[in-house]
């Protein structure tokens, strides 16, 4: 079970965290029949987003197991990528009568007039290459160009900075020529038809990529895999590492059921909590607190199916105090028959940091995990 | 000093583990005068064998310092290995009328019977090569091809899976084709010499592999070390890092006495005691606490030796209750007069889980150890 942005930072006047604030007897209890420690998501100091975040979790290097922002962006709003389609993160901005950009946002326009252009953009044809336009929210939104023979090893257009013209999209290998000339050829019809849409008048792409192909948990780890998430790039990621993404409903209470519902048919079985990163974005101690408190509520229909290893964590830290994702490590719990427990009574960051796991890279999440199923072989004779 | 399988699970009844239930008086007192901490032999979550267990202990990286199944079994019986021998782990099996096999051991045959059908595999004669076949254990012998050019890049010829036909030894490299013709015309003799010795009437050849070379910890070190081991397949792997073995005795009582006798030549003495791992494997809880207690009170003997700097740990844990090997972490334990103490009073899984050396590498112990004996340089200027 991973609570998104579980840990947090002590609140100025209490002195106690988001998860030290909530009143949580379950997690607590579980606490104390399990072992406990602190999570690095990914490298000590570094704040994850969390599509690495969850890899690392997953057992996948991050560093190793890269996803394009094109395609991040696509798993964002459920766009069905497939096989040979080259996907772009692309930002409405404003450029001056010198073609040089003044605002890499365009003012933030309404998500209302994102979708607007976006279906003019969709009208551009380039060769027979299908182009598929989506708004994401403001001046976001995800291109994806279909057909044959496309190469994503393209530079950017976006050159990240103000005052500066786009680039022209160059070709990194020599099979990616012909789709930078396509893209080139987009961008240029896009400044003719937005033309007269300031503050959007022009188009920046970066992030250029493919479906990534990884290795299914399935061959891995020889499990079983479930997800039961309500957003869409979690159920994209999910599907990345070769879960099966069941119906979750929506709320933490028809997860808790989806997972009752499906925990027969699985053996590896993902959950998802995403409310606790969502308050924490917004700023908001207390209904993270009321989040918390909620999922250990629920927590005995969990405890119920009677799994043979729990783990339960975060993918990163969202402290209401810094209202985004931090570098700081995360609360880490794991319950099974054979786990060796520590004197950890407490589900929290200061009890964690005192567990027998330590702190402790994410990467070693799964062998753990497997191990305490008794689902590893012994290493040499 | 290496506690075979030291690390255990709690008791169900007391929730104490086997080193916790022990009274250990001097172990605590050199606890508390130490620092502690918690090892990971291989890597968080492996199940070691107690082969790269022990190399991680001596600084030899077990994912890089591998050692053939062939050659650890015959390191397991005393086998002299010779430079240029090729040894193969060997199981007695059955086959039905189709070569088909039934049984991979051979219904767990008598280690008489198996002594008796070694012997007549060892008439066989294949060309100028000289085989030799020595009985392990029940179904297990090992064999070793010696003459000129032999080389072990070579399949197995057990496919690990009833229901099959044995493979054909096939040569992984040009250069074992001649050495995988000797190996199956072996075979094929084997088999019909075995005809009318149902269950046993078939053998299977894995982990063909020759003697590894591994740098001496006299040239690593520059130390002068010795081993006092009772087990063979110890003593084996104490001479391939280059260690002398000393003749041991075979009770904890005789190791501590040898390890007397030969303080004053060596300046490096691993100690080694199988039996906590023996009892561990054999489930029995109280046998392995006693064990801890023996070793406890020969300790003062280790102690008016005066060493410079003493490390007390396992290679691994075998828990009483899993009757095997597992993945928890070791208690370790290191003193010397430059150790700079921390708070912890007791030698056990809880309290070595809050000493200061937190949860670390195995390969970490031997830099450490050498540290505190005041032997290694400053790194940079």
């Not at 022209?168 to 961008?187: D, G």
């Not at 948990?217 to 993404?245: F, H, N, Q, W």
Request: glycine share 8%; with cysteine; hydrophobic share 40%.
């Amino acid at each position: 079970m991973v609570l998104d942005g579980l840990g947090g930072l002590p609140h100025p006047e209490t002195e106690k965290t988001e998860l030290e604030t909530a009143q949580t007897p379950n997690l607590n209890s579980l606490a104390k029949k399990g072992i406990c420690g602190l999570v690095e998501p990914i490298s000590p100091g570094l704040t994850p987003g969390s599509g690495p975040a969850h890899l690392a979790l997953f057992g996948y290097d991050p560093f190793r197991f890269t996803i394009g922002r094109g395609v991040l962006e696509a798993l964002g709003i459920d766009f069905s990528l497939q096989e040979r389609d080259v996907a772009a993160r692309g930002n409405f901005c404003t450029i001056d009568d010198e073609g040089v950009i003044s605002d890499r946002r365009a003012g933030r326009i309404s998500t209302e007039k994102c979708i607007e252009l976006c279906q003019q953009l969709s009208q551009i044809k380039v060769n027979d290459i299908q182009l598929l336009v989506s708004p994401v929210k403001e001046h976001r939104f995800v291109i994806v160009f279909r057909g044959d023979n496309l190469c994503p090893e393209l530079g950017d257009s976006d050159p990240q900075q103000v005052g500066l013209r786009p680039n022209q999209v160059v070709a990194l290998a020599p099979e990616a020529r012909e789709t930078a000339a396509l893209a080139n050829e987009f961008i240029g019809k896009a400044k003719a038809l937005l033309a007269n849409s300031y503050p959007a008048n022009m188009v920046l792409l970066r992030g250029f990529s493919q479906y990534p192909h990884f290795p299914a948990m399935s061959d891995v780890y020889k499990v079983k895999p479930a997800a039961i998430v309500t957003y869409p790039m979690y159920r994209g990621l999910a599907k990345l590492v070769g879960m099966e993404v069941v119906d979750s409903g929506d709320s933490i209470e028809e997860e808790f059921a989806a997972l009752t519902r499906h925990y027969a048919s699985h053996d590896f079985l993902f959950l998802h909590i995403k409310q606790t990163d969502t308050a924490g974005e917004d700023g908001d101690f207390l209904r993270k607190v009321q989040v918390i408190e909620e999922v250990d509520a629920a927590l005995p229909q969990l405890l119920n199916l009677q799994p043979e290893v729990i783990v339960v964590t975060g993918d990163h830290s969202t402290p209401a105090l810094l209202k985004a994702h931090s570098w700081h490590p995360v609360p880490f719990l794991l319950y099974s028959q054979w786990c060796r427990p520590d004197d950890v009574v407490e589900f929290s960051e200061p009890a964690c940091a005192k567990g027998s796991l330590g702190r402790f890279p994410a990467l070693e999440v799964m062998p753990l995990a497997l191990a305490n199923a008794l689902k590893l072989t012994k290493f040499g004779a």
